[in-house]
């Protein structure tokens, strides 16, 4: 089985981007957002921004997470790949020979008992270069995620934004960060 990379960036030497972090930290406390986008060009500290906000939600107490994942897609893994990590990650034995909607249903199942807080960094990697994905079962479980009921959220960082339907976005936010000042 491969893993998928779970290391954040570094942010020892953090500083600024406060107005940024205040309005994610305000997306995050909205119980009708179920999936965060932060877009924008290589470089430009997607990764670092949501580094630096996992690191703020880890050390309140308060913060009301039952648990805090970060996937790394430096590679284009399927989709059964990913599920199945995630779904070992918190515990859940499943079998090799499960399909992609099985995969789906149980990672949505869960995803709706805890209040989780999922980042997907670097999304962008499993995107074709047309703006589909490499393996259209990660399209499906963002469609079914968004449709279900559910207090946990997706956080995706990104170069492009991942196609998403008029009638969900009014469950997503959207943030085209700009360069560093």
């Known amino acids: ?11 020892r030497q953090w500083q600024g981007r406060e107005t940024e972090l205040a309005k994610l930290q305000s ?14 060009a290589g470089g430009y500290g997607k990764s670092s921004l949501s580094a630096k906000l996992c690191e703020q939600i880890e050390a309140e ?5 039952d648990c805090l994942i970060w996937s790394n897609f430096s590679e284009p893994f399927r989709f059964a790949i990913w599920g199945r990590w995630l779904l070992q990650h918190w515990g859940l034995a499943v079998q ?16 709706a008992t805890v209040r989780g807080l999922i980042v997907l960094d670097n999304l962008e990697t499993l ?8 393996d259209p079962a990660y399209q499906t ?19 492009e934004q991942p196609p998403l339907p008029d009638n969900l976005r009014n469950k997503c936010r959207q943030w085209a960060l700009k360069g560093l000042s």
């Open 1 to 11: 089985m491969r893993y998928i990379d779970e290391r954040r960036p570094d942010i």
């Open 27 to 40: 997306w995050l406390a909205d119980p009708t957002v179920r999936l965060i986008q932060v877009t924008g």
């Open 61 to 65: 107490s308060e913060a009301g997470w």
């Open 96 to 111: 090799e020979t499960e399909s992609d909607a099985a995969l789906m249903r149980i990672m949505i199942n869960h995803l």
């Open 127 to 134: 995107l074709t270069d047309a703006l589909g994905w490499h």
């Open 141 to 159: 479980f963002l469609l079914n995620w968004l449709e279900s009921g559910s207090r946990s959220v997706l956080w995706v960082t990104s170069r």
